[in-house]
């Protein structure tokens, strides 16, 4: 990825330069004279020609699957252009010099303002895309190249493990804005010992742990963010982001008799500024919670938020009576979250890293950069998170169901697009280990959470649970 953004601010800086026109005739002037010099314009032709051979042969030496990277599509293709161009320079002097007179004195007006046009709109294809290969057919539920793959479950899009470590608890998430109108979702609970799936039964009782003022309408949730602690008390509370009917945070006993079961125990609404994702609970009942961006977010905004990388949002903190923003975790959307001591884990999906902040100086002491990163589990002093190996318009190219116009469809496809899991030191953020996949049975990861020797994967849109052995 970052060769790509390398490759955009070289194109803008291009683009600017020629859409200056002065700039462009400028560099005209510069290139006519070293062509009115036999000596110069033939050193320079060696230069390209070697530079040329550098990079278009060792490009598909280097990099097996170079053709399926725009980034390196590019580098190719810019090594046979300064090829040609050494070849020009050392043998064809006079149509050099005549070429450039021409542009130089005839036209330079439009042949700037084309050349502008053609720089910015690879800066933009170099911003927004990056992964041009195929991608796998997952229609039939067939287990992938590493991934043994479970289609038992909609949309997995958090997960959490039961005390008895016996249980996966999973959001059956049922979308957000801007990318589609929030519906109805599910909680699942996956028996491990045989990779069965379970519906959670869910008790209704009285609003106790939660805001007096928070009310249900519905026995129905889109829970998003999930997170379980045992309380001070010794229960367990089951702390839910949930979308439907209304912005929420909803709280749970998780008890078992016979099998595990939620008792409803409360909720605290969320004011309508915020757009929350995910959230750490604390065993006194508070909690911090991500909010992601405004509410009435477009598709364009979210876009543009995305492409220029600027803050969106920040994590609260709901001390029993009211919200408070921390300023100081201000980002690109706030996604995952998690908390050890007093250090605050933050994934940013859209400024593409995970900072760690000391909450009781209120300052960042380490960050780590990922593309795309979505929630953060963390067990045994590692923090699991995931990320997308490719750039968003990707998706739009690649995957039927997903628009820049009506964002994800009611059926969208499930698509393959690589991606990447990491394991990060708990201490600095540091990478312990890297799992590439591509071309496999799954896509868009938002959690990986480690169970024994098993890695499993959830989605916010995938009709599957996968794992791969660590």
């Known amino acids: 990825m970052a060769i790509n953004y390398f490759y955009t601010i070289f194109f803008l800086c291009l683009g600017l330069i020629c859409l200056s026109v002065i700039g462009f005739k400028w560099i005209l002037k510069q290139y006519l004279k070293i062509a009115n010099d036999r000596r110069t314009l033939a050193l320079q032709g060696v230069f390209f020609l070697t530079?040329?051979?550098?990079?278009?042969?060792t490009t598909p030496l280097l990099f097996k699957e170079w053709s399926e990277r725009l980034w390196s599509i590019l580098t190719f293709a810019l090594g046979i252009g300064f090829f040609l161009r050494g070849l020009l320079f050392i043998f064809a002097q006079t149509i050099i010099q005549k070429v450039l007179s021409f542009y130089l004195f005839k036209t330079p007006v439009s042949i700037a303002l084309i050349s502008a046009l053609l720089f910015f709109v690879l800066a933009i294809l170099t911003a927004t895309r990056d992964y041009v290969g195929e991608t796998q057919n997952l229609e039939a539920c067939q287990d992938g190249n590493v991934l043994e793959v479970f289609c038992i479950v909609s949309n997995p899009e958090d997960m959490t493990i039961t005390p008895d470590g016996q249980f996966l608890i999973t959001s059956e998430f049922a979308g957000i804005k801007p990318y589609e109108e929030p519906g109805i979702g599910d909680f699942a609970i996956i028996d491990l010992s045989n990779m069965q799936i379970n519906k959670l039964p869910i008790i209704f009782e009285d609003n106790v742990w939660g805001d007096p003022q928070c009310k249900r309408s519905s026995i129905n949730f889109n829970p998003h963010g999930i997170d379980l602690i045992r309380r001070y008390d010794g229960s367990y509370q089951l702390g839910v982001v949930n979308h439907f009917p209304q912005e929420s945070i909803e709280f749970f006993e998780l008890q078992k008799e016979e099998a595990w079961e939620l008792v409803?125990?409360?909720?605290?609404?969320?004011?309508?500024?915020?757009?929350?994702?995910?959230?750490?609970?604390?065993?006194?009942?508070?909690?911090?919670?991500s909010h992601m961006y405004p509410q009435d977010i477009t598709i364009s905004q979210w876009l543009s938020a995305s492409l220029f990388k600027y803050d969106t949002g920040e994590v609260l903190f709901w001390n029993k009576v009211k919200f408070n923003n921390l300023d100081f975790t201000k980002g690109g959307q706030p996604n995952g979250i998690v908390k050890k001591n007093n250090i605050l884990y933050v994934a940013y999906n859209l400024s593409d890293e995970v900072k760690a902040f000391d909450l009781l100086t209120q300052e960042e002491i380490a960050q780590f950069k990922l593309n795309s990163p979505d929630n953060l589990i963390l067990k045994d002093d590692f923090i699991w998170v995931t990320s997308f190996d490719h750039e968003t318009l990707d998706v739009i190219a690649t995957c039927?169901?997903?628009?820049?116009g009506d964002g994800i469809s009611e059926e969208p496809s499930v698509c393959s697009l690589p991606f990447k899991v990491f394991k990060l030191d708990v201490k600095d953020l540091s990478l312990v280990k890297e799992f590439d996949f591509k071309k496999d049975a799954f896509g868009f990861p938002t959690v990986a959470y480690p169970v024994d020797e098993y890695i499993y994967l959830g989605s916010f849109t995938m009709d599957r649970i996968v794992r791969f052995k660590q």
Do not use: E, I
């Not at 039927?400 to 820049?404: A, E």
């Open 264 to 289: 409803w125990r409360g909720c605290v609404k969320v004011p309508k500024q915020y757009y929350v994702n995910d959230l750490t609970m604390q065993n006194n009942g508070t909690f911090y919670v």
């Open 400 to 404: 039927p169901g997903y628009s820049l």
């Open 51 to 57: 530079l040329g051979l550098l990079l278009a042969l």
